[in-house]
């Protein structure tokens, strides 16, 4: 079992940064690939960006590249998401998930097995 805690979110105005944390405990975190995903009202949940488990590989997806950084601390058991120039269309529910049944981060949240309970966040025009 791994148990995911997500913080950070918040109401920001446009242009705007958030700092967003999931925070691991149970199984050894370090040993999975972690995605972010985000769903607003009325629309099916995306994915925002992923990160292999030893940081090796991370990739994003087209809507927040260049302005959302995603890292991970293993010591921590904590995974971050850095979000830079916000805009009222980043709004949403944003979540952090594990893929323990492969080395690598998918943009399916289907191939997730554990997600944590989400964090608002909330961008102002």
């Known amino acids: 079992q791994v148990q995911l805690v997500e913080s950070g979110g918040g109401l920001v105005q446009a242009g705007g940064s958030l700092r967003l944390s999931c925070a691991a405990s149970g199984r050894a975190f370090s040993r999975y690939a972690t995605g972010w995903f985000r769903q607003a009202p009325g629309k099916e949940r995306e994915f925002v960006g992923g990160?292999?488990?030893?940081?090796?590989?991370?990739d994003y997806a087209d809507s927040v590249k260049g302005r959302f950084t995603i890292s991970r601390d293993n010591a921590k058991n904590t995974v971050y998401l850095q979000m830079n120039s916000l805009d009222p269309e980043d709004t949403a529910v944003y979540y952090c998930?594990?893929?323990?049944?492969?080395?690598?981060?998918?943009?399916?949240?289907?191939?997730?097995?554990?997600w944590g309970q989400g964090t608002q966040v909330t961008v102002s025009s």
């Open positions: 990160i292999s488990r030893s940081s090796s590989s991370i």
């Open positions: 998930a594990v893929r323990t049944s492969h080395l690598f981060f998918s943009r399916s949240a289907s191939e997730y097995e554990y």
